[in-house]
């Protein structure tokens, strides 16, 4: 008998008819034997919907109230399921985040969590019911409602998994386990029987949106064994856990970002303590800077650039308008048609010539390199958005990833294949 958290994603809950059918997975476990507890994301594009909602009414909503109206589409989907358990004749039990004892610091939108409690769980457990618990959400030490981040639903669910000291973190989505690439970009993905936390942090802080990386972070800390898997069909997904291959794949994956922007200043006086000022403003006005490149200089002026988060791009610019006159640079330009992709693997270490191979191979296909970044297990490079996919693809082949079937895309609409596509994140 195992003690397991099943979260499920929105496309897994996004119509009666798919809550209906988790609810029946459920109930399965419980007949197995198992004792369970379900995460829930808001139905399908919920939290879209009420991100545009708030964006028609205030340009800058105050993140309080934004927290307070985002977590409502989780609260949603946690007592429709529990009404599905229920209609099968199992007792069920819904908890908003502050129920489910999720207490976070007070950094509205992309809180962390610092504590979890988990006496009203494990009590409904006892009684037995299957307690289904809102992800996303959680409450501060004001009692203010707060959000995790998008994709925050698996971050309540490794927490909860912790708090409870479950077997297994299941995360349910719409592809049955981590990919070699985006299966839906590289349909020659292959899928992976085990990936270590290293590996699966690098790949989703650079981009591959199947886990969130912090769900990945806090598993990583605290053992937390997450089994990424389909909600549609049966199959064995991919563990997420200590590594325990004696010889590392080089290359574990290929994950692409769309959600940075380019900024370059152009005409920057070749002096010291410019790029201090630059970085150290863009910095107090907390945006995100990733990569940074700085030109050699010629007759004393440089061009530096560097990549943020697009979310990020209207703090930078204010941030710029006013630094720029101060050091004197000539002007800023934003390129929003860029692209990361990074290539991931612990193995790299050990084995040189990885970006030989992967500049060689993007040469070869005429596709032009705007930056690039290494850690010891990443290396990431910047291409213009419109050979995202084309680079994903033959860097994937050239580095022997490649499978020998393609994926076949399993219960998706070709509606939410196209949603999916677009949000590029
Ligand atoms: P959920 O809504 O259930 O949280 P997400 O949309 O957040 O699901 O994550 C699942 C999606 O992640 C898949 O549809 C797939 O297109 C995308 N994805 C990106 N990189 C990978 C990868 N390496 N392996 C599998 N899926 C990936
Ligand atoms: N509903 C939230 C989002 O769309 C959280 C999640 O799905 O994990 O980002
Ligand atoms: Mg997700």
Excluded at 120 to 125: F, N, Q, S, V
Aim: aromatic residues 4%; contains cysteine.
């Amino acid at each position: 008998m195992a003690l397991i958290v099943a979260k499920f994603g929105g496309t897994s809950v996004a119509s009666p008819e798919r809550i209906k059918n988790v609810a029946k997975r459920l109930v399965k476990m419980r007949q197995r034997g198992d004792r369970v507890v379900a995460v829930v994301s808001a139905m399908g594009k919920t939290t879209d919907e009420l991100v545009g909602l708030a964006a028609a009414i205030n340009d800058n909503p105050p993140l309080r109230e934004l927290d307070r109206l985002l977590s409502t589409g989780e609260q949603v989907s946690m007592a429709l399921l529990a009404m599905a358990i229920e209609a099968l004749g199992y007792k069920a039990m819904s908890f908003t985040g502050r129920q489910a004892g999720i207490e976070t610091n007070g950094t509205h939108n992309k809180a962390k969590i610092v504590k979890v409690h988990n006496e009203r769980i494990m009590e409904a457990l006892a009684c037995g019911y299957l307690p289904v618990v809102a992800g996303f959400q959680g409450i501060d030490e004001n009692g203010d409602i707060t959000t995790l981040g998008r994709g925050g639903s698996d971050t309540t669910a490794v927490a909860v998994a912790w708090g409870i000291g479950a077997d297994v973190c299941e995360i349910y989505s719409d592809v049955d386990g981590i990919y070699s690439a985006d299966p839906r970009v590289a349909p020659r993905a292959r899928k992976l029987a085990q990936v270590s936390y290293d590996d699966m942090l690098e790949l989703s802080s650079s981009g591959a949106g199947v886990l969130q990386s912090r769900a990945v972070e806090f598993a990583r800390k605290w053992k937390v064994v997450i089994h990424s898997r389909s909600a549609f069909t049966e199959a064995e997904g991919t563990y997420i856990k200590e590594d325990s291959q004696m010889e590392e794949a080089v290359i574990t994956g290929i994950a692409h970002d769309t959600s940075e922007v380019k900024v370059t200043i152009r005409g920057v006086p070749d002096s010291t303590g410019v790029a201090a000022k630059v970085f150290s403003g863009l910095a107090a006005n907390a945006v995100s800077v990733d990569m940074i490149i700085q030109n050699i200089s010629e007759d004393g002026f440089t061009d530096i650039s560097f990549t943020c988060p697009e979310g990020d791009l209207s703090k930078a610019v204010d941030t710029l308008e006013r630094v720029l006159p101060e050091i004197k640079a000539r002007e800023f330009v934003v390129d929003k048609d860029i692209a990361k992709v990074s290539l991931v693997g612990t193995g790299m270490k050990s084995s040189p010539g990885v970006a030989a191979r992967a500049f060689s191979t993007l040469g070869e296909h005429q596709i032009n390199i705007l930056a690039i970044s290494t850690s010891p297990i990443r290396l990431s490079i910047v291409v213009d958005s419109a050979q995202a996919t084309q680079a994903v693809q033959v860097l994937h082949t050239a580095f022997g990833l490649d499978s020998d079937s393609v994926f076949e895309e399993t219960q998706l609409s070709a509606e939410e294949i196209a949603a999916k596509m677009a949000k590029g994140r």
